[in-house]
């Protein structure tokens, strides 16, 4: 036994108890005759004192040659402190030494040691065991450690069984790039890592498991943006005999579980919004609904009235940014500068202040007279000293830029609260995309998604107008979750694999195991997949999923605290039969 | 909603409510007038009645024409059945259909789904979604959940925090091999898959998590060898803080956790015993305690009598077979051929039968009488009725032959009984183990065990005699757990590397990382890592942790349902900058 207590537990009524406690030297303040270290440990900190009459001498030497970081085993009295502090949950009281041990002597640390620290990214990166020692970082770590725990309590209390499946499967060219785990045993074959374990559940359905969840990492080989990790933390679950609202409510309840018991937030219901809406309303398929600002189309009163611009559009869509009408030429400057940033691509941004006195003041005043602008006012329900901001030309392009425009006004409103949540559910996803690149669909969502029985015909007409039965969960315009109702048809997957323009041999080559699991009655069943990090990021109020995994990758995938990947010895690429490609020069 | 109630919860109480099942056909009985047909999910059974007269003629139609495993909704009234299943939780009741839907047609499966099946092992290897639909082998995987849940509710209890470490690592060439995977970005770079979390959980350590768990995939690139698998799954934990009474009573409370919650038995505390003790007394450093059969060493006694077998001996070394003193001529020489089978390799057996009336018969009368004898029925505390049983030769060579022989007495004589427990930690494990192969110590657990402060300075002496402070759960003969209490500090670490030949950059390249991080207050800590697989199958009551993994590879690696691993796309490898070895002629 190296302590009786830990650092954050003793209170008032403690005084007079001999204790024994270990922990790191936050700080130590040395004023001559008296000396307090603060000993800090995962629960707290707790103050040391040292006072010359009061303490042996040789404790009081040792006290003043600690530096930060030290690892201290300290027994003595806890007593009632003098000045008081209330800001720690342990500032009645200190603790007067009668033995003083040091465990281990530390180096200086490259940075501070401190909620706010002075190191930058790359150096906490590479001493990340550092950097987990700092309170916000290692309150990420537990609040990720409740998220698991309320996950698995809610999930186990309405009978889904935790199932592993395999870590090491099979390469599938579909989607995005494996990682692959070359064979030793096998030369030339290779298992490849899960993007996600979507077969093996649709598989534990086939045989009758119900209910099933795991927390599981997967793999992506993607090229790493900002935010992104190669490995990642799923929490991942399908049931079998349920329609889509089956599903809606089972994962709206897991979720309103995690903000009740981690947040303390009773978040209510969810609203559900079609794809469709969510695109027509707010340019986006995951809007940030925190705030309203909805999307008014223009084309019935804006077009035909001479201004070339809108007569040419496929669509004039706008927001009413309220209370903005009072706006500087420079403001709508900026706004017009934002719209027209490569990345979001506008050509111009048309305005309407709806001044004090009823009038209107636009940018385009020269087609439209006073009357047409109230018409589009009243389209957007707007009121004196609100600013109307336009854009027109191709649907999609002119929604996503305008989805920009909206999320930038809502951060200058202050609508983007990171403490408010806004919870909805996006249904009726299109089953298919167009992939410009490949020249074929693509599943949108992925080629196991059944598609809406009432659109079925249109699969051979209209591809991309059919709707699957998926659905996306929205959290602050952020997409934590993702699912559909599965295919269980042999039949009807055949054919799905074929408007993917696999051939049937492609098909049985890559899932002829699931497509022959359907011959032994496969269940109706659907599911969802919850990216675990980002909702841990969401509920801490971070944008960053890497300050939410203890020891996370850099974005060229790179941990720079083990220095990995790494070179390995020619006598383990010998073993598994590889040669690296030589580098023409 | 597809249902109304599951197949495994209708009772008595339940007559006459209209209810609406889904499932799978177990079996149907058509006698003319009386169809029944068993439905199966996995809650339950739950018999359907379709009587002519009573259910429409179409429904009776429907039923007469399902297969075993079709998936079936079906609608009804319960009612009380009029000869009652005592052997089912449902058998009071039966349900009346109304509406009767085929929702999938099966198949006729390649083997049986029941609790004995025709299936061979290949087969259901290959069929594992069906194997899976089996009651046995969903028993398993139940219980497996039940183990992680109540892991994960002990260990959250006393204030562990689970976190995950990451799944691509870096490779390093000491104790097993591992699996790598090539980087696409760094090309002629690989990651590693961890064999286990140990230096994540160190650095937690470093860290201040104070207490760390993880349940958590590791992989190993051994040649497999029976009930091996290349992924497997550890209980991983680490604690600070602590001495070696301090991680066996936290653990040692886990595992009586789990036998209370999952099975109900209360398993009290465990015994301690030394490594050196398990070796004198069973000849192994995990000895099977269900039964006692010890070990007595006769050097004392059977020396120097002109037995040279004996005399040119190390050790003598015997067990009594309690109550075998009348085994016949065939069944001692089956004893005989047991253990001189070359697995066990012991040259031949002696035999000393305690005849009822206080008189010995030996296999070496020639050269012991039976005041003798007499002496070495002492030795085992032998009763008349008895059968001693004596190896002698090299000292590790003869114990290793005698536990095997007391295994097979111990089978022999129904001792192993698979619902009886027992529970055991060994103790004090030496530090260091001679590997004859490559001419230098090893270190038996890892290279970041402590040893034995007392026995420091036989460190460069005799290295061999270093006790470490390591420790085994070991339970009914299984190693179930093992740890140890870590070195924290860097000087000891690096004189640690240099006993296990090591050089300082060996060191530095491979550990530079966990070094570094002990120059910033490293905590004294220590740890433990399960093999969940084994402590489920140990539970479960079968030898094989196949039986307890969803979705296991065979003796191969290879996974035969979804044929992995299997070859990829030359694409693949141009983009990993890799190329198969040409296989030379």
Known sequence: MYRTHNCGELRIEDVNKEVTLCGWVQKTRDKGGMIWIDLRDRYGLTQLIFEEGETAADLIEKARNVGREFVIRCSGKVVERFSKNENVATGDIEIKPTQFEILNASQVPPFIIEDETDGGEDLRMKYRYLDLRRNPVRKNMQL??????????YLDGIDFIEVETPVLIKSTPEGARDFVVPSRIHHGEFYALPQSPQTFKQLLMVSGFDKYFQIVKCFRDEDLRADR???FTQIDCEMSFVTRDDVLNTFEGLVRHLFQEVK?????????????????????DKPDTRFEMKFAELNEVAQGKGFNVFDSAELVVGINAKGCGEYSRKQLDALTDFVKRPQIGAKGLV???????????????KFYGQDDLKEWAEKFGAEPGDLLLVLSGEKQHTRNALSELRLHMGDILGLRDKDKFSTLWVVDFPLLEW????????????PFTSPNLEDMELLDKDPGAVRANAYDMVINGTEVGGGSIRIHDKEMQ???????????DEAKEQFGFLMEAFEFGAPPHGGIAFGFDRLCSLFGGSDSIRDFIAFPKNNAGRDVMINSPSTIDSDQLDELGLDLKKIEV
Chains 1, 2 share one sequence.
């Open 144 to 153: 990720r450690h409740q998220m698991l725990k309320e996950t698995r309590n």
């Open 229 to 231: 990790q190669p490995e």
């Open 264 to 284: 303390g937030i009773d978040i209510g219901d969810f609203p559900r919004m079609s794809y469709a809406d969510a695109m027509k309303y707010y340019g986006s």
């Open 351 to 365: 305005y309407v202040k709806c001044n004090a006195d009823g009038s209107f003041k636009s940018s385009v005043d």
């Open 435 to 446: 992939d410009e690149e490949t020249n074929r669909y693509h599943a949108m969502h992925h």
């Open 494 to 504: 055949k054919t799905m694999f074929r408007h993917l323009g696999f051939t049937d």
